[in-house]
């Protein structure tokens, strides 16, 4: 065993690099956004359960709401025609294909006449009411919503815009949040932690392991190790004059700072 240096360093203590799972159960994973119907795999559920299990020292995300949010009018898929008053043009009807001689209405980029832009279900006029386009047909607001548009999984209400499509559920955009910072996830990275979905900054945050050398998460699957009373990637754990690896090799210490048995009496910390 080597004497201690005489400028103060810890006794010599061996690193062991550990290969695990590190703090994470899951990998990452994505939300995939959609605008058209896509069928939900799972029944509407009552959404998630606050999560108490951060580690000593975190941050506690707050109790959530039971209020659903308030949706707004954002990425919609229901559109409404324009209507164009009689003059010099005379397009043709996208329905009978016939000539318009008259006021007619602009939708989806062709002309059509007023009677005939109808719901492809109920038949009802389209004229001037909302309508979303479905495989190619249009339908009215209604039918659409009763036939076609999924079911959030939070709030239980219908879809008429952008879907989030994850944990084999669908969702509104601003339905599918993170249950500490309650921002949209949509289509980033996002964590679970007891089912509940976390975006990375925050599931980083309140449940992951930093790295004492370069202040990174240790991830799923990194090798790391434990010394001086921190974690470390087994690549950062260096001596902290010439940077060569401390990994399995005998260290010393000083100011909390690693160092290799070459510069074990350095001063120039």
């Keep these: 065993m080597p004497e201690n240096p005489e400028n103060g360093a810890d006794k010599p203590v061996s690193a062991r690099t550990t290969s695990a799972p590190a703090f994470k159960p899951t990998g990452p994973q994505y939300a995939v956004k959609t605008s058209g119907w896509q069928p ?21 995300p707050s109790e959530k709401s039971t209020v659903p949010p308030l949706l707004t009018d954002e990425d919609t898929l229901v559109q ?45 006029s389209m004229a001037y009411i909302g309508f979303v386009e479905e495989k190619g047909a249009l339908y009215c607001e209604g039918c659409y919503e009763k036939f076609f548009a999924p079911e959030c999984s939070r709030c239980q209400r219908k879809i008429l815009g952008e879907v989030i499509n994850a944990l084999k559920q669908t969702w509104h955009v601003s339905c599918f949040v993170c249950v500490a910072c309650h921002k949209p996830i949509r289509n980033n990275v996002f964590h679970l932690e007891d089912g509940d979905p976390y975006c990375e900054t925050d599931y980083y945050a309140l449940f992951g392991t930093m790295c004492h050398g370069c202040e990174f998460p240790i991830e799923a699957g990194d090798r790391f190790l434990e010394a001086l009373g921190n974690t470390w990637h087994d690549t950062c754990f260096v001596c902290s004059v010439c940077c060569e690896s401390l990994e399995g090799q005998t260290f010393f210490s000083k100011k909390d700072k690693p160092l290799c048995k070459k510069h074990a009496h350095s001063v120039n910390i």
Excluded: D, Y
């Design 40 to 60: 939900s795999n799972q029944p509407g559920g009552s959404g998630w359960t606050a999560n108490n299990s951060a580690r000593p020292g975190a941050a506690v």
């Design 80 to 124: 409404r025609a324009e209507h164009i008053p009689a003059g010099k043009r005379t397009p043709m009807c996208a329905h009978c294909n016939q000539v318009i001689r008259g006021p007619f209405l602009v939708a989806l980029g062709k002309s059509w006449h007023p009677e005939e832009f109808n719901c492809a279900h109920c038949k009802t």
